[in-house]
């Protein structure tokens, strides 16, 4: 069973922009991963990771979409082949900055700093940086916000996360009683992709 995460204190996006997940439950049995993500308009987004494919319903769109599973290096985004939760991999021993209580636990505190951008905008500003120093410009910072966070001592799981003005909680529930199953519209849609995948590897017929 993966945690339920829920953020607070985000702001909308501007329109025309990917609306921003307020909340969202994650739930795993053997390797199938169910993620429900819900915007701040209550719209839900439900993804599905399986057999190295990412499936994804939309509430707004007629047919779900089927692509190789991956994950953007940014702190919004969970690659789990690696890890079980995003924008945590700055966690380490130069981070540790002692012990601390959370809602009566005992907790391990670290403290850094992380980009809030998303990778095509930490290029965009890598790129920036770089023209400003090629023509002897003022070189503009690196986007930074502090993050703190606060992992059970008994656990080692993440109880509360802080990125900053944007919060992180975590719930953990019990795992469910069966395996995850994709619906049948959702499992035509991998049938599908899989066979698409299968004729674009496959070996040109030779020619005579």
Not at 20 to 32: D, E, L, N, Q, R
Not at 92 to 116: H, L, N, W
Not at 185 to 199: G, P, T
Request: charged fraction near 25%.
């Amino acid at each position: 069973m993966k945690p339920s995460t829920t953020g607070e204190e985000k702001p909308k996006e501007k329109e025309g922009k990917e609306a921003v997940t307020i909340a969202s439950t994650v739930v795993k049995t053997g390797s199938t991963i169910l993620e429900l993500n819900a915007d701040g308009d209550g719209k839900r987004k439900e993804i599905w990771h399986i057999g190295g494919l990412m499936v994804m319903k939309q509430p707004d769109a007629a047919e779900p979409t089927v692509w190789p599973d991956s994950a953007q290096a940014d702190i919004y985004s969970v690659n789990f082949a690696a890890a079980d939760f995003a924008g945590l991999d700055w966690i380490s021993a130069t981070t540790y900055t002692g012990m601390a209580k959370y809602q009566g636990r005992d907790c391990i505190q670290f403290t850094g700093e992380v980009s809030p951008l998303n990778p095509r905008a930490r290029e965009e500003e890598a790129i920036a940086i770089g023209q400003a120093i090629a023509f002897g410009q003022p070189v503009p910072q690196e986007s930074k916000v502090a993050a703190v966070a606060y992992i059970d001592l008994e656990t080692r799981l993440p109880l509360v996360v802080t990125f900053g003005s944007e919060k992180r909680f975590y719930q953990y529930g019990t795992p469910p009683a069966t395996d995850l199953t994709l619906p049948p519209e959702l499992a035509n849609a991998v049938k599908e992709r899989e066979k698409q995948l299968k004729r674009l590897s496959s070996r040109p017929t030779r020619a005579f």
